[in-house]
């Protein structure tokens, strides 16, 4: 239905826009010259008709996206479109169980029953007739034992499988040889589209679930803290991406085996990078979770351009966990090498810089917070600044960890001058050079004592 009806809208623009093309050409070219078609005014067509194809597509995309709302979210298939927006920010089984009662059961009045295949035990089940009954449990590991493939697929009267949606009583989801059914009469009206979407998330979900489930479960035994540790790791970007005209470099020190820092790299398209880098207060298990919790947010966000809802969607995630003083100050910005800017939001991060060559030398311009802390306190309207960038820029994103280092007279390292030439004088090397010299800095600095926090840098610079 949604797909048909896309197919329709970009078909109609296409031919709007030949329709277009073919009056202009008839408008501006006379027949009498048709036969040695003159440059000009043909020329002047093409332009023309150009200008109506970016219409039609910019049209094209408005229906498509008004379509896409209407048929995902007012008609039935709206059930599962809110349970997939409700899944994204599920971070346990508890979590999940409490979407499906309040949606699948409450809302669509589904039945559902989540099995663990290989343990042939019963992970949920509504409290219904259908799915209490040993009868049903029986017949649906009979027909669906746990080598079956993973994918969807739907199930008839029977409980066995039919091949369109329109003969089902309803559709399961296999992963992981875990068994998701969801019994509901009206299944043919669901868009067939959602299906994959739900499936995808479900995968998602089963994986947040299983990486939450192991954090919990190591940070109970004091031996296992190196574990934990090796998992929170993880999450981390283990490679830098190759990205055009950009060349990237991270360090990652924690204090102790668990860090609250975190940061990533995520490419947008050929021109645009998303970067990020935090810090959540305090450290151990519940910074952890939180990190965790702040990496999946963004990651899972189908739109990595508009930071403004990346910011609300980490707000919301982190008060959901309800950890008693739990927050993070972050900055995200999206670098694009095409038209040569840096849009960010600085929550509260204290480090972010832009090192610039100029006909005096480097200089220095700080990228000034212009948000609050997320997760604790309610947040103002958002906004999003912008820096320009040139060949040759150094955007450097660094915790506190880095400025914050003291020396024996209890003197700051980032009110230091030395701070300020290390910068400069190491803002011409390659990424990764330009990290090494920071990091000699602070220890040199420090003078080789135990440090007192995490260190973490992410650093980009411009190839131009």
């Known amino acids: 239905m949604l797909k048909t009806r896309k197919n329709f809208v970009r078909a109609a623009s296409h031919i709007f826009a030949a329709i277009a093309f073919s009056v202009l050409i008839m408008l501006l070219v006379p027949p009498r010259t048709v036969t040695r078609l003159r440059s000009f005014p043909v020329i002047v067509a093409a332009v023309i008709f150009f200008l109506f194809e970016l219409i039609s597509r910019a049209a ?22 809110t349970f997939i927006d409700r899944l994204r920010f599920c971070y346990s089984l508890e979590d999940f169980y409490t979407a499906i009662s309040q949606i699948l059961e409450e809302a669509a009045d589904c039945s559902v029953l989540y099995v663990d295949s290989v343990k042939n035990y019963i992970l949920y089940n509504s409290p219904d007739r259908l799915t209490s009954s040993n009868e049903t449990t029986k017949k649906l590991a009979l027909n669906f034992p746990s080598a079956w493939p993973d994918g969807v697929f739907f199930m008839g009267n029977d409980f066995g499988v039919v091949t369109v949606s329109k003969n089902a009583r309803g559709f399961f989801l296999s992963s992981r040889q875990q068994h998701f059914f969801v019994f509901c009469r009206y299944t043919r009206l669901f868009d067939p589209v959602i299906y994959d979407r739900l499936y995808d998330e479900f995968v998602r979900f089963q994986s947040r679930a299983g990486i939450v489930s192991d954090l919990s479960e190591i940070a109970g035994l004091s031996s296992e803290w190196e574990q934990l540790a090796v998992t929170q790791k993880a999450f981390l970007p283990s490679v830098m991406p190759a990205v055009r005209r ?7 020190r924690p204090l102790v085996n668990v860090s609250g820092d975190y940061f990533s790299v995520l490419p947008v398209d050929t021109s645009k990078t998303l970067v990020m880098l935090g810090d959540v207060s305090g450290k151990g298990l519940s910074a952890a979770l939180i990190m965790g919790l702040v990496m999946n947010t963004v990651k899972i966000m189908e739109d990595r351009e508009d930071l403004v809802p990346m910011i609300y969607a980490i707000d919301k995630a982190i008060k959901e966990m309800h950890l008693q003083d739990k927050y993070t100050v972050v900055f995200i910005g999206i670098i694009d090498t095409k038209t040569m800017k840096i849009r960010y939001i600085n929550a509260s991060m204290s480090d972010p810089l832009i090192i610039s060559r100029s006909p005096e030398g480097y200089r220095i311009k700080k990228l000034e917070s212009n948000c609050g802390v997320i997760g604790i306190i309610d947040l103002p309207e958002v906004k999003v600044s912008e820096q320009r960038l040139f060949r040759g820029d150094m955007i450097m994103m660094a915790t506190d960890g880095v400025s914050e280092v003291m020396d024996d007279s209890g003197t700051e390292l980032g009110d230091t001058q030395l701070y300020i030439d290390t910068l400069k004088k190491a803002a011409a090397k390659p990424p990764k050079m330009f990290i090494q010299d920071v990091v000699d800095m602070i220890l040199s600095y420090n003078g080789d004592k135990k440090l007192r926090d995490d260190v973490t840098m992410l650093v980009a610079k411009v190839d131009g």
């Not at 094209?60 to 599962?80: M, Q, V």
């Not at 950009?246 to 990652?252: C, R």
């Open 246 to 252: 950009l060349k990237l470099a991270s360090y990652y």
């Open 60 to 81: 094209e995309r408005n229906i498509s996206a008004g379509i896409e709302r209407k048929i995902l979210y007012e008609g039935p298939t709206s059930f599962l479109s």
